[in-house]
């Protein structure tokens, strides 16, 4: 289940890096580029600070083809989507669920703690975003005041959480999917955001 899932987190980010290129009128490379730093980039950071040896796509090239396949699709369909700016959001907000349990699941199976197993399931959610964001010279997702790392951050968690609770690995990996994208869509159909620091006047003194 977790592979296949895998194989869909990465196929609908690399979607929304290449219809990123696609706002940004990039060429074919540009897609390509973009398609796969926004599927493994997250991925790619988990492996490194797990000490897991050569990340997951050098054993596996599959997630490259992937990538690579996605945004060549992307980059023939996208001129005939009238709404690119919404279905990257959407596709995002699906990519952004999937990577959040994924991550914290493979670092609960290599031997991590709950908390270490959430932060690595929200980086694996957030950080190829983040790439794709700062490449195509947008503000980061992660830096406006979006609930996005908060989303990807509790669905981590409900998967750690069902893991403590002996829930079935399938029904928590679940689980966890569906909160950090109900999060996440409630957040985008409302326009929700987190309340932002607000600078207060000095003192007369």
Sequence with gaps: LLFWLDLVGVVVFAVSGALEAA????????FLFVAA????????????????GPVF???????????SAAAILTFFVAPHIARRAV???????????VFAVIGARTALDFGAGPTV??????MTATF????????????PLLLKREVYATAAAAGAATLVAGEALGIAPALATLAGI??????????LTYSLSLPIY????????
């Design 37 to 52: 730093v926004t599927g493994i980039g997250g991925g790619t950071l988990r492996d490194l600070l797990l000490d897991r």
């Design 23 to 30: 706002r940004k009128q990039l060429d074919i490379v540009g």
């Design 117 to 122: 197993a959430v932060l690595m399931g929200t």
């Design 57 to 67: 796509w050098v054993h596996q090239p599959v997630y490259l083809w992937l990538t």
């Design 87 to 97: 279905l990257l959001l959407w596709a995002d907000a699906v990519g952004m669920a």
């Design 178 to 187: 569906a909160i950090a994208f109900a999060i996440r869509a409630v957040a």
């Design 128 to 139: 190829g975003g983040l790439i794709r964001d700062v490449v195509c010279t947008e503000t």
């Design 198 to 205: 607000r600078p207060r006047p000095a003192r007369p003194r």
